[in-house]
Protein backbone atom coordinates (compact mmCIF):
# COMPACT_ATOMS: atom_id res chain seq x y z
CA UNK A 1 0.00 0.00 0.00
CA UNK A 2 1.55 3.15 -0.84
CA UNK A 3 1.98 5.54 1.73
CA UNK A 4 2.18 9.77 1.51
CA UNK A 5 3.67 11.10 4.53
CA UNK A 6 2.85 14.44 5.85
CA UNK A 7 5.02 16.36 7.90
CA UNK A 8 6.30 19.91 8.20
CA UNK A 9 9.16 20.75 5.24
CA UNK A 10 11.73 21.21 7.28
CA UNK A 11 11.27 17.86 8.65
CA UNK A 12 10.79 16.76 4.87
CA UNK A 13 14.03 18.13 3.97
CA UNK A 14 16.15 17.20 7.20
CA UNK A 15 14.88 13.51 6.61
CA UNK A 16 15.80 13.59 2.69
CA UNK A 17 19.32 14.34 4.29
CA UNK A 18 19.51 11.50 6.51
CA UNK A 19 18.44 8.50 3.74
CA UNK A 20 21.75 10.21 1.77
CA UNK A 21 23.84 9.57 4.59
CA UNK A 22 21.99 6.47 5.14
CA UNK A 23 22.92 5.42 1.76
CA UNK A 24 26.32 6.53 1.56
CA UNK A 25 27.11 4.40 4.43
CA UNK A 26 25.03 1.89 3.06
CA UNK A 27 25.13 2.13 -0.77
CA UNK A 28 22.85 -1.48 -0.94
CA UNK A 29 20.09 0.79 0.41
CA UNK A 30 17.57 2.23 -1.41
CA UNK A 31 14.49 4.77 -0.85
CA UNK A 32 11.78 5.96 -2.81
CA UNK A 33 9.68 8.43 -0.34
CA UNK A 34 6.30 10.37 -1.03
CA UNK A 35 5.68 13.39 1.55
CA UNK A 36 3.50 16.24 1.54
CA UNK A 37 3.55 19.63 3.46
CA UNK A 38 1.72 22.33 5.17
CA UNK A 39 1.81 25.83 3.33
CA UNK A 40 5.25 27.41 2.84
CA UNK A 41 8.33 28.36 0.53
CA UNK A 42 11.32 26.36 -0.16
CA UNK A 43 14.12 27.92 -0.97
CA UNK A 44 17.40 27.07 -2.44
CA UNK A 45 20.49 28.12 0.31
CA UNK A 46 22.39 30.10 -2.77
CA UNK A 47 19.17 33.01 -1.83
CA UNK A 48 19.99 32.82 1.66
CA UNK A 49 23.30 35.18 0.95
CA UNK A 50 21.21 37.75 -0.43
CA UNK A 51 21.17 41.26 2.08
CA UNK A 52 17.76 41.42 2.55
CA UNK A 53 16.71 37.81 2.61
CA UNK A 54 16.45 37.47 6.77
CA UNK A 55 13.92 40.68 6.50
CA UNK A 56 12.12 38.50 3.50
CA UNK A 57 12.25 35.59 5.51
CA UNK A 58 10.36 37.50 8.92
CA UNK A 59 7.91 39.27 5.99
CA UNK A 60 6.98 36.68 4.12
CA UNK A 61 6.67 34.70 7.60
CA UNK A 62 4.45 36.98 8.72
CA UNK A 63 2.21 36.73 5.61
CA UNK A 64 1.78 32.95 6.20
CA UNK A 65 4.66 31.68 4.01
CA UNK A 66 7.40 30.65 6.19
CA UNK A 67 10.54 29.85 4.02
CA UNK A 68 12.56 26.65 4.05
CA UNK A 69 15.87 26.08 2.88
CA UNK A 70 16.80 23.26 1.03
CA UNK A 71 19.89 21.71 -0.26
CA UNK A 72 19.65 20.37 -4.00
CA UNK A 73 19.49 23.68 -5.34
CA UNK A 74 17.12 25.19 -8.30
CA UNK A 75 14.76 28.26 -7.24
CA UNK A 76 11.79 28.94 -4.80
CA UNK A 77 9.31 26.44 -4.87
CA UNK A 78 5.48 26.50 -2.77
CA UNK A 79 4.70 23.67 -0.68
CA UNK A 80 0.95 23.11 0.53
CA UNK A 81 -2.20 21.20 -0.69
CA UNK A 82 -2.26 20.07 -3.63
CA UNK A 83 1.23 19.21 -3.94
CA UNK A 84 3.01 16.57 -3.95
CA UNK A 85 6.59 15.33 -3.63
CA UNK A 86 9.06 12.46 -4.12
CA UNK A 87 12.51 11.77 -3.04
CA UNK A 88 14.61 8.92 -4.33
CA UNK A 89 17.60 8.50 -2.90
CA UNK A 90 20.27 5.57 -4.40
CA UNK A 91 23.88 4.37 -4.66
CA UNK A 92 25.27 4.90 -8.30
CA UNK A 93 27.03 1.66 -10.29
CA UNK A 94 30.68 1.12 -7.81
CA UNK A 95 33.63 2.92 -10.46
CA UNK A 96 30.69 4.64 -12.67
CA UNK A 97 31.67 8.12 -13.19
CA UNK A 98 28.64 10.74 -12.57
CA UNK A 99 26.45 11.88 -15.91
CA UNK A 100 23.92 14.34 -14.74
CA UNK A 101 21.96 13.36 -17.76
CA UNK A 102 22.16 9.72 -16.82
CA UNK A 103 20.45 10.61 -13.67
CA UNK A 104 17.95 12.67 -14.00
CA UNK A 105 16.53 10.28 -16.74
CA UNK A 106 16.01 8.33 -13.55
CA UNK A 107 13.99 11.01 -11.99
CA UNK A 108 12.07 11.90 -15.38
CA UNK A 109 11.36 9.22 -16.62
CA UNK A 110 9.12 7.53 -14.03
CA UNK A 111 6.98 10.20 -13.87
CA UNK A 112 6.66 10.38 -17.56
CA UNK A 113 5.59 6.78 -17.64
CA UNK A 114 3.05 7.67 -15.06
CA UNK A 115 1.45 10.86 -16.43
CA UNK A 116 1.40 8.63 -20.05
CA UNK A 117 0.21 10.65 -23.03
CA UNK A 118 1.40 14.36 -22.99
CA UNK A 119 4.35 13.73 -20.57
CA UNK A 120 7.99 15.18 -22.12
CA UNK A 121 10.30 17.30 -21.03
CA UNK A 122 12.65 21.17 -21.32
CA UNK A 123 12.49 24.52 -19.95
CA UNK A 124 9.13 26.19 -19.40
CA UNK A 125 9.67 29.46 -19.80
CA UNK A 126 7.56 31.96 -16.79
CA UNK A 127 7.04 28.48 -14.59
CA UNK A 128 8.75 28.41 -10.80
CA UNK A 129 12.14 26.89 -10.32
CA UNK A 130 12.12 26.38 -14.75
CA UNK A 131 15.26 23.97 -16.01
CA UNK A 132 16.03 21.74 -18.61
CA UNK A 133 14.58 18.83 -16.54
CA UNK A 134 11.11 19.87 -16.23
CA UNK A 135 8.22 17.32 -16.54
CA UNK A 136 5.63 18.81 -19.03
CA UNK A 137 2.35 17.72 -19.42
CA UNK A 138 0.65 18.84 -22.55
CA UNK A 139 3.62 21.73 -22.90
CA UNK A 140 3.05 22.82 -19.71
CA UNK A 141 5.06 22.51 -16.32
CA UNK A 142 4.13 19.59 -14.27
CA UNK A 143 7.31 18.78 -12.25
CA UNK A 144 9.98 20.59 -11.03
CA UNK A 145 13.01 18.44 -10.32
CA UNK A 146 16.19 18.83 -8.23
CA UNK A 147 18.78 17.07 -7.27
CA UNK A 148 22.55 16.78 -5.02
CA UNK A 149 24.83 13.86 -5.70
CA UNK A 150 27.24 13.05 -2.62
CA UNK A 151 30.72 10.96 -3.04
CA UNK A 152 29.87 7.56 -1.20
CA UNK A 153 31.34 7.31 2.47
CA UNK A 154 31.26 3.08 2.62
CA UNK A 155 32.55 3.22 -1.29
CA UNK A 156 34.34 6.19 -2.85
CA UNK A 157 33.69 4.91 -6.14
CA UNK A 158 30.08 4.83 -5.69
CA UNK A 159 28.25 8.20 -5.30
CA UNK A 160 24.69 8.69 -3.39
CA UNK A 161 22.22 10.21 -5.35
CA UNK A 162 19.27 12.37 -3.80
CA UNK A 163 16.80 13.08 -6.47
CA UNK A 164 13.89 15.07 -5.98
CA UNK A 165 10.29 16.09 -7.75
CA UNK A 166 7.69 18.44 -6.45
CA UNK A 167 4.24 17.41 -8.91
CA UNK A 168 1.26 19.66 -8.90
CA UNK A 169 -1.45 17.22 -8.30
CA UNK A 170 -3.92 20.25 -8.42
CA UNK A 171 -3.50 23.31 -10.35
CA UNK A 172 -1.18 25.89 -8.69
CA UNK A 173 -2.83 28.51 -6.74
CA UNK A 174 -2.54 32.05 -7.52
CA UNK A 175 -2.07 32.55 -3.58
CA UNK A 176 1.28 30.47 -4.06
CA UNK A 177 2.47 32.45 -7.48
CA UNK A 178 1.80 35.80 -5.45
CA UNK A 179 3.72 34.71 -2.62
CA UNK A 180 6.86 33.41 -5.16
CA UNK A 181 7.18 36.67 -6.23
CA UNK A 182 7.03 38.73 -3.38
CA UNK A 183 9.38 37.17 -2.15
CA UNK A 184 11.83 37.19 -5.21
CA UNK A 185 11.02 40.68 -5.30
CA UNK A 186 11.86 41.08 -1.79
CA UNK A 187 15.02 39.58 -2.57
CA UNK A 188 15.70 41.98 -4.73
CA UNK A 189 15.62 39.07 -8.00
CA UNK A 190 14.45 40.10 -11.61
CA UNK A 191 11.90 37.79 -12.84
CA UNK A 192 8.56 36.58 -11.81
CA UNK A 193 6.63 33.92 -12.15
CA UNK A 194 3.19 32.98 -14.26
CA UNK A 195 0.44 30.69 -13.46
CA UNK A 196 -0.10 29.99 -16.93
CA UNK A 197 2.80 28.09 -17.27
CA UNK A 198 1.99 25.11 -15.15
CA UNK A 199 -0.32 21.97 -15.87
CA UNK A 200 -1.53 19.54 -13.28
CA UNK A 201 -2.83 16.11 -13.05
CA UNK A 202 -5.69 15.84 -14.58
CA UNK A 203 -9.03 15.75 -12.81
CA UNK A 204 -10.03 12.13 -13.60
CA UNK A 205 -6.44 10.49 -12.10
CA UNK A 206 -7.19 10.43 -7.83
CA UNK A 207 -3.61 11.24 -6.12
CA UNK A 208 -3.78 8.02 -4.76
CA UNK A 209 -4.01 6.31 -7.90
CA UNK A 210 -1.07 8.04 -9.33
CA UNK A 211 0.75 7.82 -6.17
CA UNK A 212 0.82 4.13 -6.57
CA UNK A 213 1.42 4.13 -10.27
CA UNK A 214 4.46 6.29 -9.53
CA UNK A 215 6.33 4.53 -6.33
CA UNK A 216 5.99 1.47 -8.73
CA UNK A 217 7.62 3.21 -12.00
CA UNK A 218 10.61 4.60 -9.64
CA UNK A 219 11.35 1.28 -8.08
CA UNK A 220 10.79 -0.61 -11.19
CA UNK A 221 13.99 1.91 -12.29
CA UNK A 222 17.40 -0.02 -12.03
CA UNK A 223 19.74 2.52 -10.57
CA UNK A 224 23.15 0.65 -10.82
Given at each position: ?????????????????????????????????????????????????????????????????????????????????????????????????????????????????????????????????????????????????????????????????????????????LNAIEAINQFLTLLGEDRQINIAAHASLPGEISKLAFAQKLETAFREIPVQ
Amino acid sequence: MTKIDFLDAGEALARELDHLEDVSQNPSHRHVWLWESPQCLVSPKSLSTKATFADSVEEMKAKGWPINLRSTGGDVTPQGAGILNITHVYATKPGQAVDLKREYDKLCTPIEKTLGDGASRGWQPGAFCDGEYNVQLNGLKFAGTAMRIRRGKADKTQSSVLAHAIMLIEPVSLNAIEAINQFLTLLGEDRQINIAAHASLPGEISKLAFAQKLETAFREIPVQ
